[in-house]
């Protein structure tokens, strides 16, 4: 009897902490997009949507290739070339040839990335000044933890793709 108790018990704890852990996903991502369409305006130079989620997607791959760029987002390399070049034309990446094949090259964001990307950052600062240092030392934890799941996820989603 108190073995079904705690079946339950765990059960519902682990509903509860994946209703919770979705909430907190989806206001994050919603300060993400708010953030995202405040820097994005219709001026010359500015970044569309499309042309802002790719920028990210390049910088957080960490200077790939536009084969790479390509076939994380699944789409053609003449495509990714397209808005390769729409981005560096606006001066969000440049291009660095590859040592080894020159008829390669690896995708590095700029400056101009960083002044952009950064007005984001300090969101999530203010989120934990008013933390404890054992608040902080556990959402770090925990952060790491998440992001290891998240990491071999998407390793093994991307080999399928493959």
């Given at each position: 009897m108190y073995l079904i108790f705690y079946i339950k018990l765990f059960i519902y704890f682990e509903v509860l902490m994946a209703t919770e852990f979705e909430e907190l996903y989806r206001y994050l991502r919603l300060a993400h997009y708010q953030k995202l369409f405040e820097t994005i305006s219709e001026r010359p130079g500015s970044l569309s949507a499309t042309e802002a989620f790719s920028a990210e997607v390049i910088y957080l791959l960490g200077e790939p290739t536009i084969g790479e760029f390509a076939k994380f987002l699944g789409i053609s390399q003449p495509n990714a070339s397209y808005k390769v070049i729409s981005l560096v034309s606006k001066g969000y990446i440049t291009k660095r040839p590859c040592e080894n094949d020159k008829r390669e090259c690896h995708l590095i964001v700029?400056?101009?990335?960083?002044?952009?990307?950064?007005?984001?950052?300090?969101?999530?600062?203010?989120?934990?000044?008013?933390?404890?240092?054992?608040?902080?030392?556990?959402?770090?934890?925990?952060?790491?933890?998440?992001?290891?799941?998240?990491?071999?996820?998407?390793?093994?989603?991307?080999k399928v793709q493959n």
């Open positions: 700029t400056q101009k990335f960083h002044d952009y990307y950064g007005s984001q950052v300090p969101f999530i600062t203010s989120i934990t000044k008013d933390f404890s240092a054992e608040e902080n030392a556990l959402l770090k934890k925990l952060s790491l933890n998440i992001a290891e799941v998240l990491s071999n996820t998407l390793d093994s989603e991307t």
